[in-house]
């Protein structure tokens, strides 16, 4: 089943703006990550961020995690058209401090950036 | 790093036929990954290999599904009798140890006539 919900399922924007993505869990976690899917491909790691974390940058990624509120929110900033693509967040359950490993994803939310 | 490789690309087979799915991860990686991710869906979890353990199945693999990872080297997938249902892509990860960033291949996609 799918653990994470994503927000909003689908974004539209002009390049050179800021897209932000919104994901919720239920459980425990571990980690919580971020991955790109282009159409057709497979999925492309962008960020992990631990539960011990608030705020991770990488580039034009900012993605903040609230475990309080068992949320997390992905920012790319400065928008191109090559970040077309559907953006998943996905949970690595806490299992007494361990991760198993298996990740559940979200839905996931789907980016179209025009030029 | 070469990256996970995925074999075939596309199946589409007959209902009641046997399909088997090869991945091939990256070569340090320990752990190795099935997701199955159906159009609109993200990937769900099928099964995870430790070396050449299978340390968890999902209740998504039902007993017509086997998967295996000899000498924890490349893994196998196979889906005996196929099912209108099964069609889905299918896609394997890798990683080096259990919380780290998992690698994905560009996944089998499966078409059932």
């Known amino acids: 089943s799918q653990q994470g919900e994503e927000d909003p399922q689908a974004l539209s924007i002009q390049e050179g703006e800021n897209a932000t993505m919104n994901c919720s869990y239920k459980t425990s976690i571990n980690n919580l990550q971020w991955y790109r899917q282009n159409s057709g491909r497979g999925l492309v790691h962008l960020i992990l961020?631990?539960?011990?974390?608030r705020e991770k940058h990488s580039g034009r990624l900012r993605v903040t995690l609230d475990t309080s509120k068992k949320s997390s929110s992905l920012l790319i900033t400065a928008s191109r058209a090559a970040d077309t693509a559907s953006y998943f967040c996905?949970?690595?359950?806490?299992?007494?401090?361990?991760?198993?490993?298996?990740?559940?994803f979200g839905q996931g939310t789907i980016l179209t950036v025009h030029p | 790093d070469t990256g996970v490789s995925q074999d075939p690309r596309h199946k589409i087979t007959k209902r009641g036929q046997n399909v088997t799915f090869r991945c091939d991860p990256i070569s340090e990686h320990n752990r190795l990954y099935w997701y199955r991710q159906t159009l609109g869906q993200g990937p769900e979890f099928l099964t995870y290999f430790q070396n050449e353990a299978q340390l968890e199945k999902s209740r998504l693999l039902s007993d017509r599904f086997s998967a295996e990872r000899p000498k924890g080297s490349f893994s196998t997938l196979e889906i005996q009798r196929t099912e209108q249902g099964d069609s889905a892509m299918y896609l394997c990860a890798s990683s080096l140890i259990s919380d780290q960033p998992q690698h994905f291949g560009d996944g089998t996609r499966l078409s059932i006539l």
């Open positions: 961020i631990r539960s011990n974390e």
């Open positions: 996905a949970t690595a359950f806490n299992a007494g401090g361990t991760s198993y490993g298996k990740l559940t």
